[in-house]
């Protein structure tokens, strides 16, 4: 049985000072996350304004999506590690889930780095995250069509939180988003016609030069984000 586990982390910064130190992280941290033991994979993403796909930034929120061997090696990375606490000295909230793979298709730079757990629980919330790299033709086009794609998002009932966040801006993007539970994703997945549009479109004129969609049970929490627990609803 597979003891792998995900995190993903928000990191907020709010003084210019510290918006510019974020960024630059996003080059440096590497030389650190590369040494980390036990960390099989990990993506330093930024994200877009507001909270859906956005291709403009918002300089002020940035990602760190990990995959971990186990969740003893994640712990000793968020309880000891000197990259952490050099984070939360620099940002205004930082809040990490934890969380185990439902199921994922598709690749992220080649390979698809989820592996199914067993041991899932049925009445803990559901988090999605989706990551495209988008063709050059259809940039245009792509993101004409996003906000008519997202409309279904709008006063979701079912949805906790979600944020578009990518590796490079406009071109390689993703969306994380956290919701009460399955029923709440499948509303959202198979009767929104905006949604479902979506779909229609990105098959029929193939966007995309890699995909991959993934599932997932978060099980833990740790910090706050817009001053809450995202997994207290």
Sequence with gaps: MSKQITTISFFKYVSLREKVWAFKMMQFANKDLKKVQGLSFYRLMGSGKGRGFNPFPDWSVYCLLQVWESEEAANTFFNASNL?????????????????NISAGGTWIGKNPFEPATNLDPSLPIAVITRATIKWNWLVRFWKYVPTSEEGLEGNEGLIYTKGVGEVPI???????????????????????????????TRKHDWYSEELFSRFQPYKSEGTWEGKDLLVF
């Design 171 to 201: 071109i390689q993007m993703a969306t994380f988003s956290l919701w009460k539970d399955f029923e709440s994703v499948k509303q959202f997945a198979y009767k929104s016609k905006q949604h479902k549009e979506a779909i229609k479109k």
């Design 84 to 100: 952490i606490k050099n984070y939360r000295d620099h940002t205004e909230e930082l809040f990490t889930l934890y969380m185990k």
